[in-house]
């Protein structure tokens, strides 16, 4: 938690550089301004970036985490609900800290706090790959050894979780809620929150 906390702070510094800030609020309101004049793009950006809501994300946690307990797998449960819980405390941490102001023009969505690092875009690519690659691990029971319970390959669903969390981000661009840095950022940090979560929980000892 706290190395990835530690790397938001490093990288909110390159992002908060002059020239590097100018471009940033360059191309977002380019990109505003495109999705204003195209309407089937802004209404479909308004949907997706409601997948990463952090109602439904709270929710997605929940479900996933019952689902685990259901089946026996009591720590991949407890794993999930850290793993959102605690993804969110770092990203809501980062953005009391580094105090970047949002966009600076007429946003297509309302949108509340700072702008470093993108909460969408972090907390949503966290919940959604963390919850189908735990679910689609071999269940463990106590005193058992694992039991496969799918027939399919995670491998596709996991890039699927992954794509929509990439489209949630992008979608906070394209409305004016973030500039391109807060979202990168959101997304570097989320890697490396999943990588820690495969090393150190999903896979522990290889």
């Known amino acids: 938690m706290a190395v990835v906390y530690l790397t938001g702070l490093a990288l909110s510094l390159p992002v908060r550089w002059g020239p590097v800030d100018r471009i940033d609020e360059r191309l977002t309101t380019a990109v505003v301004g495109w999705v204003g004049r195209h309407r089937i793009v802004r209404e479909t950006a308004l949907v997706v970036t409601n997948l990463g809501a952090p109602v439904l994300l709270a929710l997605v946690v929940a479900i996933g985490a019952g689902l685990l307990w259901r089946r026996g797998d009591l720590n991949g449960a407890r794993t999930l609900l850290l793993c959102g819980v605690l993804g969110a405390l770092v ?71 992954a794509t929509l969390a990439v489209l949630v981000g992008s979608s906070r661009v394209a409305l004016g809620a973030h500039h391109p840095g807060d979202v990168a950022a959101g997304w570097l940090l989320a890697g490396m929150w999943l990588l820690l979560l495969r090393r150190l929980v999903v896979e522990p000892g290889r």
Not at 113 to 125: E, I, K, L, R, V
Not at 127 to 144: Q, Y
């Open 91 to 161: 990203e809501t941490a980062l953005k009391l800290t580094v105090a970047r102001a949002r966009p600076d023009l007429d946003s297509l969505v309302t949108a509340r706090g700072t702008s470093f690092p993108s909460g969408h875009a972090m907390n949503s690519m966290i919940v959604w790959v963390s919850t189908i690659w735990l679910l689609a691990r071999p269940a463990h029971s106590a005193g058992r050894p694992a039991a496969r319970v799918r027939s399919w390959s995670p491998g596709p669903v996991i890039a699927g979780a």
